[in-house]
């Protein structure tokens, strides 16, 4: 089952608002991974995250990894209809290879 | 250069057939994933390959389902005597410098 918590599960927003998307695990994580995925495509690969409070910045994409390592968000300033799709985040323990997949938040864009 | 690919990307068996599934990673990258994708989920984590050795398969839902990469490079994903709830999108990914590449997926349909 999974193991890390996303919130929203769903949010639709206006294009030019902001959209956030949170992201919780129950375990310190030893970094997190975030991925887009489209409706009907597969998941694609955004950014990773490793150092605690770590923030970095795509144009409108602002990550951030929590200052405890167990939880990470995703704000997306002005957003665009090109924004649409289901955002994941993925954490990896300090032990292991796989990366622990989140619930996805989906977000819809209103022209 | 190419990218992840799988095939079939679509198969529809009755219930108790076997499958097998392909994934032909990138070349040269070492590391290669198996995910199972429900419908409105995250991927879910089946098993990890490094080179031909197949390091974690603590994911396989059931003895049902068989991963091997006998020679390092292409994939292939097995299950026997498929049952209903295993319908899903099935996701291969290979990775380099810590980023996942993932394949278009098979998505699997029991009937």
């Known amino acids: 089952g999974q193991q890390v918590m996303q919130i929203p599960q769903y949010q639709h927003v206006q294009e030019g608002e902001d959209f956030t998307t949170y992201c919780n695990s129950s375990t310190t994580l030893s970094n997190i991974q975030w991925y887009k995925q489209r409706p009907g495509g597969h998941p694609v690969f955004l950014i990773q995250l490793v150092k605690s409070g770590e923030v970095k910045k795509q144009k409108r994409l602002t990550f951030q990894f929590g200052e405890a390592k167990k939880n990470s968000s995703l704000h997306i300033t002005a957003t665009q209809t090109t924004d649409v799709g289901t955002y994941f985040c993925?954490?990896?323990?300090?032990?292991?290879?796989?990366?622990?997949f989140g619930t996805g938040t989906s977000l819809t864009v209103i022209p | 250069g190419a990218g992840v690919s799988q095939s079939p990307r679509y198969k529809v068996a009755k219930r108790g057939q076997d499958v097998a599934l392909r994934c032909d990673p990138i070349s040269g990258h070492v590391s290669l994933f198996w995910y199972q994708q429900a419908l409105g989920q995250g991927p879910e984590f089946l098993t990890y390959?490094?080179?031909?050795?197949?390091?974690?398969k603590s994911g396989l839902p059931s003895d049902r389902f068989f991963a091997e990469r006998p020679e390092g490079s292409v994939s292939t994903l097995k299950i026997q005597r498929t049952q209903q709830e295993d319908s899903a999108v099935y996701l291969c990914?290979?990775?380099?410098?810590?980023?996942?590449?993932f394949g278009p997926g098979t998505r699997l349909t029991v009937l």
């Open positions: 990914a290979s990775r380099q410098n810590n980023e996942q590449f």
């Open positions: 390959f490094q080179n031909e050795a197949q390091l974690d």
């Open positions: 993925a954490g990896r323990r300090d032990t292991g290879n796989q990366f622990y």
